[in-house]
């Protein structure tokens, strides 16, 4: 059964911190990781993905993966109200087939002004 | 505004109702899907569909019955449903199936919330 676990939450940040999600994944085969963000009643968008071990920047948003850990984490720099909301983070087991995305529950974060 | 229109955004129905949803993208994609929401659980895939045909049924109750008439619309038809499956029934597409990754991301609905009485 391949899992990808991540803290519910609410994670309680100030405005202008840095806001740390973290998620751990179960299938060591994995190759491609993803982070979406989905805002109370809408749906679910892509924000980060990563593929190689180490960081990836855009913008505010800095992707963390680490695969001998099998943990992938996102930091969203200078938080602003406005990041509040539910992030999902998905792994795709295999890189080639017919292999849907597993999805952690996700961590719904709350930056306060 | 999102590519991929589901319709209705809420519905309530008795266990003993027969009602559908739909989905609709007009983004182009080949692959749509039906995932369902619930409190404090993971996304769970339903049902994919590539090219108009099933490609995987995720060990989903018959029902729930999906319907793939072109790449563009998808369906789930409902009966004799339980207060369990009371849920958000998100639907996405993506360009190709097989290349789940930045260049073919999901694209979600805004999701049909539905309540079992």
């Known amino acids: 059964q391949k899992e990808v676990e991540q803290n519910s939450g609410p994670l309680s940040v100030p405005e202008g911190a840095i806001a740390s999600l973290n998620c751990t994944y179960s299938d060591r085969g994995s190759q491609s990781f993803f982070w979406y963000r989905q805002y109370s009643g809408k749906s679910p968008e892509l924000i980060m993905f990563?593929?190689?071990?180490g960081d990836k920047e855009d913008g505010r948003f800095t992707a963390q993966l680490n695969k001998a850990s099998q943990y992938v984490s996102l930091l969203i720099r200078d938080s602003q109200p406005s990041d509040s909301a539910t992030y999902l983070c998905?792994?795709?087991?295999?890189?080639?087939?017919?292999?849907?995305?597993?999805f952690g529950k996700g961590t719904r974060l709350s930056v306060i002004a | 505004e999102t590519g991929v229109t589901q319709t209705p955004r809420h519905l309530v129905m008795g266990m003993t109702n027969k009602k559908s949803l739909k989905c609709e993208q007009h983004?182009?994609?080949?692959?749509m899907y039906w995932y369902k929401q619930s409190a404090k659980k993971p996304l769970e895939l339903m049902f994919v569909?590539?090219?108009?045909?099933?490609?995987e049924n995720n060990s989903v109750p018959s029902r729930f019955s999906p319907e793939c008439p072109n790449s563009s619309h998808l369906f789930l038809h409902l009966h004799t449903l339980q207060p369990e499956d009371s849920a958000l029934y998100l639907c996405a597409s993506s360009q190709d199936l097989q290349i789940q990754g930045y260049n073919s991301p999901l694209h979600f609905g805004n999701g049909t919330r539905l309540t079992v009485t």
């Open positions: 569909y590539n090219f108009k045909e099933q490609t």
């Open positions: 990563i593929y190689s071990n």
């Open positions: 998905a792994v795709n087991p295999r890189n080639s087939g017919n292999t849907p995305l597993v």
């Open positions: 983004l182009g994609h080949n692959a």
